[in-house]
């Protein structure tokens, strides 16, 4: 099938004051826009994948903003609104009174073949989640899976649509999700109680949803696969081993819980006494890492990837990308980790290096510790890269937007009780364990041994309890 794009993208730019929306249309690779944003008192900016450009040398100013509000549909719950019959979004940013004085506006497209990367997995059956960091094409390929589902194999397919994100603003459904049914989702609370009532209500055998993101919707999620209905979502992350960390969508893949093995069974093993293991069967069978829109990486077993990162072994997974004539090429691949080899002693590949995010953090002093301890570590300016959110309690107390992104990314937040080498050194060990066993599998330990060190909600290094430092 070869990719063909929608966007409607002069419907959005029809609600821009014209002299915002002149600029765009100069523009060679318009076509391309991923996002107009309108913030008062300052100048009007467009985003493309790969610049950003200044619209005009007038500052945006309130009458603007209000020109737009008052050409699209009526803002949610979540500060979300629309254009009629279009996948278009805007989203607004308001004052301590309520008045809307910020938009990001959006383009919303319909990509239609991409799945094809999938389609043997969404085929099977089977329940399958899609992870990736926002704006990386989730949204799009679910969108193209409905359609599929519903038009090519007859099946009856319901979309749970918060916010319409998938099928658009408006009572009739866009067409890119073809014959499915939507049923729409007036908060973001609500999400969890309306995929129950699909399921109760409406007879499906397929449910559709986006963005599942609390325990609520993860509960909700395990009842409906329990009643035999095939369940296509998404989730934030970039990878499987950021959901294994998340203890609120942990369970998505069976959960994890900590046991402890007896002296001859960890002889056996070759392993500590303290081992992870997965608590249950995972709601959903696979699991594909959107890389981009035209690659993604499937782990066709959960059951068999999660169990393999516990105990610290490399977990099968298969590269599939999409060329330009719409062949997809696929192509295996493990992770680098620790694993035990044929003789029982471990073997190590190389560590991959852990990438920070600073946010108040001391940069100068990280790397001083770091280079103290012989430790290798990447300080990067874009947050998408992070491995590691690294802040302090100060900061973190006041939740600001950088915390809300890597919360939603799904990257693992650690929060120094003060900004000193001592705190830094205490990190970094906790990152860069001496134990002949992966990082990963090490701090995964860390954060569910007891949760003495550790909040659960934020996976954070700060002691609950405690005054003193450790």
């Known amino acids: 099938m070869r990719r063909v794009v929608t966007d409607d993208l002069d419907a959005l730019l029809e609600i821009l004051p014209l002299y915002i929306r002149e600029p765009l249309y100069q523009q060679s690779d318009h076509n391309e ?41 009526q803002f949610s719950g979540d500060n979300r609104a629309g254009i009629n019959h279009t996948l278009h979004r805007i ?20 990509v239609f073949g991409t799945v094809g990367m999938i389609q043997d997995l969404i085929e099977s059956g089977k329940n399958v989640l899609l992870l990736g960091r926002p704006g990386i094409g989730k949204t799009t390929m679910l969108r193209e899976v409905a359609r599929v589902l519903a038009d090519d194999f007859k099946k009856r397919v319901i979309v749970i649509d918060t916010s319409n994100e998938i099928a658009g603003d408006g009572d009739i459904p866009h067409p890119a999700i073809g014959h499915a049914r939507r049923m729409q989702v007036a908060a973001p609370a609500e999400q969890h109680a309306v995929m129950i009532e699909a399921v109760e209500n409406h007879m499906p055998e397929v449910i559709i949803i986006d963005e599942i993101g609390t325990e609520l919707e993860a509960q909700a999620a395990r009842t409906i696969a329990e009643r035999g209905v095939q369940l296509v979502g998404t989730a934030h992350g970039n990878a499987l081993e950021n959901l294994i960390m998340n203890p609120t969508l942990s369970d998505l893949i069976g959960g994890v819980q900590t046991v402890t093995l007896g002296d001859e069974e960890a002889r ?104 103290e301890g012989r430790k290798e570590l990447k300080i990067v300016a874009d947050l998408r890269q992070a491995d590691i959110f690294l802040t302090t309690r100060s900061y973190y107390r006041r939740k600001p937007q950088k915390i809300r992104d890597a919360e939603a990314l799904g990257i693992p937040i650690y929060v120094l009780k003060s900004n000193n080498a001592a705190q830094m050194k205490h990190c970094l060990d906790a990152l860069y364990p001496r134990e002949a066993q992966s990082t990963y599998v090490h701090n995964l330990q860390r954060i569910l041994a007891g949760r003495r060190g550790f909040n659960p909600n934020n996976r954070s290094m700060e002691p609950r309890g405690r005054r003193k430092s450790r």
């Open 91 to 110: 989203s607004g940013i308001r004052n301590r009174n309520g008045y809307i004085i910020g938009l990001t506006c959006r383009v919303g497209r319909a």
């Open 268 to 371: 056996r093993r070759h392993t500590q006494k303290s081992v992870l293991e997965r608590k249950a069967p995972p709601t959903f069978d696979m699991v594909v890492e959107i890389v981009d829109y035209y690659k993604v990486t499937v782990h066709p077993d959960v059951t068999e990837a999660v169990d393999a990162l516990l105990h610290g072994r490399p977990p099968s997974a298969e590269v599939r990308s999409m060329d330009e004539d719409g062949e997809v090429k696929r192509e295996a691949t493990t992770s680098p980790i620790i694993w035990e080899s044929k003789e029982g002693k471990e073997e190590k590949t190389p560590e991959k290096m852990l990438r920070f995010y600073l946010f108040g953090a001391n940069r100068s002093r990280l790397e001083q510790v770091a280079r």
């Open 33 to 73: 826009l991923l996002e107009v944003i309108l913030d008062l008192g300052r100048l009007p900016e467009a985003r493309f994948p790969h610049r950003e450009l200044v619209l005009n040398s007038s500052e945006v100013s309130q009458a603007d903003i209000d020109y737009v509000v008052s050409r699209i549909g």
